[in-house]
């Protein structure tokens, strides 16, 4: 099967969807944009196709990254101590996360009350804030140097971020967030910013169906718990609200993000990365989503099914 095939069969549905325009900054980009890589373990080769090597936001997908750099930094149990893994029916940014059964900490990681939370565990080195700690761990997961943040977009995030705001004063009434609302909430929203492309997401997707071991170098970079642990969160709640629905038709653990990307790992098999800016209701690019079914169908990679 040809990428180019696939990309070419599902561009038409970016029209269906819209950019994420809350935030400005994203609503400047070009909606007709669909670019997909794979990274194959066994061949231990990258293929890509269509607008694959276009940077755009990271947003919510460095979520994973930074959970995953946490563990690393602190290990699972401490960060799981703080951060459940709870599936939620509410939108990524709603406070009713956070009310359900008066909850002592965010449902899971991938929501934003989460994020924040993850976020705040990280703390300053003598050398490096904790910023500075992430975008050199992103660099790495990725396989891609080039990754950088981008201040046009953290401005916009800062600027409206009024529910962030309102979610981390929320926990920090709570007891919850331990750390300076401000200095947590400038970290979030500067990961949120960071570029990326397709194949950065394809590499990362790659290291977690890996194990934590990056296939181009053979180098262990994250435990196999933590691996494990992060697609087991994408696979429940790695599409914001619609997670059980998606999980149900492709199969496949992944996280999306409102820049457009989408990053999957399938075990043993595959890391894939997608991009493509038009959004379905819910914050997941809607031409991504058909590019994804099509190649969890035709390269059987259902881990449910196959």
Same mark, same amino acid.
């Given at each position: 099967m040809k990428l180019q095939t696939v990309v070419d069969n599902n561009l038409a549905k970016t029209a269906n969807g819209k950019v994420a325009d809350y935030i400005p900054a994203l609503g400047q980009v070009a909606p007709k944009q669909l670019g997909v890589a794979l990274y194959d373990?066994?061949?231990?080769?990258?293929?890509?196709?269509?607008?694959?090597?276009? !940077?755009?936001?990271?947003?919510?997908?460095?979520?994973?990254?930074?959970?995953?750099?946490?563990?690393?930094?602190?290990?699972? =149990?401490?960060?799981?101590?703080?951060?459940?893994? !709870?599936?939620?029916?509410?939108?990524?940014?709603?406070?009713?996360?956070?009310e359900i059964e008066q909850a002592r900490h965010p449902l899971n990681p991938f929501i934003n009350a989460g994020a924040i939370e993850v976020a705040s565990l990280i703390k300053p080195l003598a050398d490096r804030q904790p910023f500075e700690q992430i975008i050199m761990f992103a660099r790495e997961i990725c396989h891609d140097p080039q990754i950088t943040l981008n201040n046009e977009i953290f401005e916009s995030e800062d600027r409206t971020g009024d529910t962030d705001r309102s979610l981390a004063y929320y926990l920090k009434a709570n007891g919850i967030l331990q750390a300076d609302v401000t200095a947590s909430l400038?970290?979030?929203?500067?990961?949120?910013?960071?570029?990326?492309?397709?194949?950065?997401?394809?590499?990362?997707?790659?290291?977690?169906?890996?194990?934590?071991?990056?296939?181009? =170098?053979?180098? !262990?970079?994250?435990?196999?718990?933590?691996?494990?642990y992060a697609k087991s969160l994408m696979m429940t709640t790695g599409l914001y609200d619609e997670s059980g629905t998606y999980s149900s038709i492709i199969g496949v653990p992944t996280k999306s993000g409102v820049g457009g990307g989408l990053m999957s790992a399938v075990p043993n098999r595959v890391g894939i990365g997608i991009f493509s800016p038009p959004l379905d209701k819910a914050g997941n690019s809607i031409a991504g989503l058909g590019v994804l079914e099509d190649l969890s169908t035709e390269l059987k990679l259902d881990i449910f099914r196959y």
């Open positions: 373990l066994e061949q231990n080769e990258l293929e890509q196709a269509g607008d694959a090597n276009v !940077r755009f936001a990271i947003e919510s997908i460095s979520k994973v990254i930074v959970f995953l750099y946490a563990v690393k930094q602190l290990g699972l =149990d401490e960060v799981t101590k703080h951060v459940g893994a !709870r599936q939620t029916g509410f939108p990524f940014n709603s406070i009713l996360n956070m400038t970290t979030y929203f500067k990961q949120c910013s960071m570029m990326v492309t397709a194949v950065s997401l394809a590499n990362l997707g790659a290291v977690l169906a890996n194990n934590g071991v990056k296939p181009w =170098d053979q180098e !262990r970079l994250i435990s196999g718990a933590a691996a494990t």
